[in-house]
């Protein structure tokens, strides 16, 4: 069982900045495959980012590629997601995720997640 727990949400103006992080509970969270999507009112979830067990593969939805860089510290049991450059049609509650998986495969959908986080608010002022 992994229990998540994101924070680093906020307000912020378009072209600013944020980082996202998610602790992890658990002695084996270098096992998991680490996920971030988010969720905009009135629209489905999407994916976002994410990172294999070690953090030496990554792979992001294009809508963020090259201004979202996710990142993991096993040491700490938190994944990381910095934020640069944010576009108002970034605003979105922001979940972190998880999969006991040590696969080189990117899981994008959300059915492939075992575990949630509750989430953390995201909005981009323009």
């Known amino acids: 069982q992994v229990q998540l727990v994101e924070s680093g949400g906020g307000l912020v103006q378009a072209g600013g900045s944020l980082r996202l992080s998610c602790a992890a509970s658990g002695r084996t969270f270098s096992s998991y495959r680490m996920g971030w999507f988010r969720q905009a009112p009135g629209k489905e979830r999407e994916f976002v980012a994410t990172?294999?067990?070690?953090?030496?593969?990554?792979y992001y939805a294009d809508s963020v590629k090259g201004r979202f860089t996710i990142s993991r510290d096993n040491a700490k049991n938190t994944v990381y997601l910095q934020m640069n450059s944010l576009k108002p049609e970034d605003t979105a509650v922001y979940y972190c995720?998880?999969?006991?998986?040590?696969?080189?495969?990117?899981?994008?959908?959300?059915?492939?997640?075992?575990?949630w986080g509750q989430g953390t608010q995201v909005t981009v002022s323009s």
């Open positions: 990172i294999n067990w070690s953090g030496s593969s990554t």
């Open positions: 995720a998880a999969v006991r998986s040590t696969s080189t495969y990117a899981y994008t959908r959300p059915q492939q997640y075992d575990y």
